[in-house]
C-alpha cells in the first residue's frame, strides 16, 4: 500500500538557520513527489515537486527538496529559515498509475526569532 | 487569474442533514479533485473528475457522499443525512488535464461541522 510518513510533528528552528522537514514514501513504481504548505485558514500552497531528472528540486520561497531514492526520501530544505516560513508543511506522493494524492500527516514548522 | 474557489467556506448543520458543497475549478482545468482533512492529519483523497466523468470514485466513505461535475465545470459534493463524523474540511483541488505530474492547486476549502 502506498504511503507517506512525516516522522516529525514539529520542527523549532531559529531564524537564519537552515531547515529541513523530513518525509518519506511507500509507493510502487517511480513516485511524484510533492511538497505543499499550509498557512492558519488557508488553502493548501504548491511549493515543489519532483517528476524525473535531477534529484535537487528547487521551488518557491527559497525552498528546495532532494530526492533519494535509495532511501525512499523526500526532504524539504531551505538554507535561512525566516519567521514567516512558519507554518503546517505536508508531502505528498503520487504513483503514476493512480490519480490520488497520498499525504502525510503533516508537520508544523516554528521558527523563532 | 482567479484560483479555485469553494462555498460555502462554513457550514453547520445538524445531525441528519443534507448538504451541498460546491468547488468552482481554475479556468480550463479539466481534471478536479475532492479531498477532505480532519483536523491534524493530511488529506485524505475523496473523488477525481476528468470532465463531467468521475474517472475514480473509490475514495468516498460510504453511498452517503456523491458529487457531480455536470458541465465539466463547477463541481458539487453532496452529503446525505449527515453525521458527527463528517465534521472536516473539504477540499478541492484542479489541475490542467490530470496527467500524474501535474500540479494540483487547492481552493481554500469548506470548514463543516456537524452537530
Known amino acids: 500500500a502506498q504511503s507517506v510518513a512525516q516522522p516529525e510533528d514539529q520542527v523549532n528552528v531559529a531564524e537564519g538557520n537552515p531547515l529541513t522537514v523530513k518525509c518519506t514514501y511507500s509507493?510502487?513504481?517511480?513516485?511524484?513527489l510533492f511538497w505543499y504548505v499550509q498557512y492558519p485558514n488557508r488553502g493548501l500552497q504548491f511549493l515543489l515537486k519532483y517528476i524525473t531528472g535531477d534529484n535537487l528540486v528547487k521551488g518557491s520561497y527559497g525552498f528546495e527538496a532532494e530526492f533519494n531514492k535509495s532511501q525512499t526520501s523526500f526532504h524539504l530544505k531551505k538554507p535561512s529559515a525566516l519567521v514567516s516560513d512558519s507554518a503546517l508543511y505536508f508531502c505528498a506522493v503520487r504513483d503514476p498509475g493512480n490519480y490520488q494524492l497520498i499525504w502525510g500527516a503533516g508537520t508544523k514548522l516554528i521558527i523563532k526569532p | 487569474g482567479a484560483g479555485v474557489s469553494q462555498t460555502p467556506s462554513n457550514k453547520v448543520t445538524e445531525k441528519g442533514k443534507y448538504v451541498e458543497l460546491r468547488c468552482d475549478p481554475i479556468?480550463?482545468?479539466?481534471?478536479l479533485y475532492w479531498y477532505r482533512q480532519s483536523l491534524g492529519q493530511g488529506p485524505e483523497f475523496l473523488i477525481y473528475f476528468q470532465g463531467t466523468g468521475a474517472a475514480d470514485d473509490s475514495g468516498l466513505p460510504n453511498d452517503r457522499f456523491f458529487a457531480v461535475r455536470p458541465e465539466g465545470s463547477v463541481s458539487t459534493l453532496k452529503i446525505q443525512r449527515t453525521e458527527r463524523g463528517d465534521s472536516a474540511v473539504y477540499l478541492c483541488a484542479s489541475s490542467l488535464g490530470g496527467a500524474a505530474g501535474e500540479t494540483q492547486y487547492f481552493g481554500p476549502g469548506t470548514r463543516l461541522l456537524v452537530l
Open positions: 509507493v510502487s513504481g517511480n513516485p511524484y
Open positions: 479556468s480550463g482545468h479539466t481534471a
